[in-house]
């Protein structure tokens, strides 16, 4: 199948034939016929499988022939709503690309960034807005965004936005809109509180699913390292200095902020072109990191999974798991970022003993048993126990006061 046996009209062909985009993926040929007879939708699809086309396109052609989109007093008559900024920025330069030979007005919104050319952005008016939930929220109770002519409303990311606890916000959003809007739900995965959600929000949908949850790539060599955790930044190391080639791009995932900016830091003192992504960082910050990874001036790239969900990153060589992730589904759309497009990819996974319980239940679910790798300098010991971090307790007995603090203290009588 083409694009063009999909209905779509010339400007939005022609803008995909610049693109060098010309068969869609299953989930835009599954999505877009339905999406055009006005159904809602929930469907599943991992980061890569081309879901923002799947919405965008259909979307679009049908702004592109309404006669209202053309007047000078633009209304926002389409949503995105997602979890991150960087997704939502990544959403709106798709929008532009695929819009950029009709009519239409496209926006992004989000947080952590100055709300004054956002307020500009919004007076101009916009027909396709792209919003992260609280910062639409803040400005809607400014009564700067008018949510009652929106046609189509799009949820994208669902799962991470409910973890990242927008429940209460996607709602109040959902309700904001007008009641005939079409809406559509694109999630990774599809949870209990993910189809809880859809329950209460779609009307009678029609479900998609091309989220291969339980399988990985066919062309990811997956290798299990098993080494203490104090020797995990070593191990990365030799990694980094003997087995992977020098122009690699790399993205490694750590559990925490702390540990993307602890090994962004002790990988640039030991020469590597590194950049980290991560919740806490400001926005400029990382989105500048995001440019240089993906120019090819950072060749590797540390990132929390909520960081990095939903930004898809062409040509990766390799991923390392430098924390074993607790859910199997988490280690198989980390891995999934590379290997893809025909192309061959390695997953590295360093495993402390600790971690060892988590190892089998990714195992468990991608029905297959990891290589391990026994020669390397880092080696676990067979009988090595975890790590039980004890607190120091006090010198004083639970519920007594010290002689210093009982003198301190101030009587009433």
């Not at 994208?156 to 973890?163: I, K, S």
């Not at 607790?326 to 495993?351: D, N, Q």
């Amino acid at each position: 199948m083409q694009f063009k046996d999909l209905q779509l009209h010339k400007p939005i062909l022609r803008a995909l034939a610049e693109k060098n985009y010309q068969n869609p993926t299953l989930i835009q040929e599954r999505a877009i016929p339905l999406i055009f007879e006005g159904h809602d939708l929930i469907a599943s699809a991992q980061t890569g499988t081309g879901k923002t086309a799947a919405y965008a396109l259909p979307m679009l052609q049908r702004l592109f022939t309404n006669p209202d989109t053309i007047k000078k007093s633009k209304k926002i008559r389409a949503l995105i709503v997602c979890p991150t900024r960087e997704l939502a920025i990544q959403i709106e330069e798709s929008f532009a690309a695929y819009s950029t030979h009709t009519h239409l007005a496209t926006g992004v919104v989000f947080g952590g960034a100055s709300t004054d050319p956002q307020k500009q952005l919004l007076k101009k008016g916009v027909d396709i807005l792209i919003a992260t939930p609280g910062r639409l929220l803040d400005l809607h109770k400014q009564d700067l965004v008018n949510l009652s002519y929106i046609e189509t409303l799009v949820l994208d990311e669902a799962d991470l936005m409910l973890d990242m606890g927008f429940i209460d916000d996607v709602k109040k959003i959902e309700r904001l809109c007008t009641r005939e809007k079409q809406t559509l739900l694109f999630s990774a995965t599809m949870p209990y509180k993910v189809t809880e959600l859809a329950k209460t929000i779609l009307n009678t949908p029609k479900k998609i699913n091309v989220a291969a949850n339980n399988t990985t790539a066919t062309g990811v060599y997956q290798v299990l390292y098993y080494t203490p955790k104090p020797n995990k930044i070593e191990l990365c190391l030799h990694l980094l200095r003997k087995t992977i080639n020098q122009e690699a791009k790399i993205i490694i995932f750590r559990r925490t902020k702390y540990g993307v900016d602890k090994l962004e830091s002790s990988l640039i003192k030991n020469g590597f072109k590194v950049c980290g992504i991560h919740g806490d960082k400001s926005q400029s910050a990382r989105q500048t990191a995001l440019n240089d990874f993906k120019k090819g001036e950072a060749t590797i790239l540390i990132a929390t999974d909520v960081a990095a969900r939903g930004i898809d990153i062409e040509a990766i060589d390799a991923v390392i798991n430098f924390d074993i992730p607790h859910i199997a589904e988490t280690y198989i759309h980390r891995i999934g970022r590379t290997g893809r497009a025909g192309k061959t990819g390695m997953a590295y996974s360093f495993c402390s003993a600790d971690e060892k319980n988590y190892i089998k239940t990714i195992e468990r679910a991608i029905l297959q048993n990891i290589t391990v790798e026994e020669e390397h300098p880092y080696p676990l010991a067979p009988n090595a126990k975890p790590e039980v971090h004890k607190k120091k307790g006090s010198k004083y007995k639970k519920g007594r006061k010290s002689e210093a603090s009982k003198k301190k203290k101030k009587r009433w009588y």
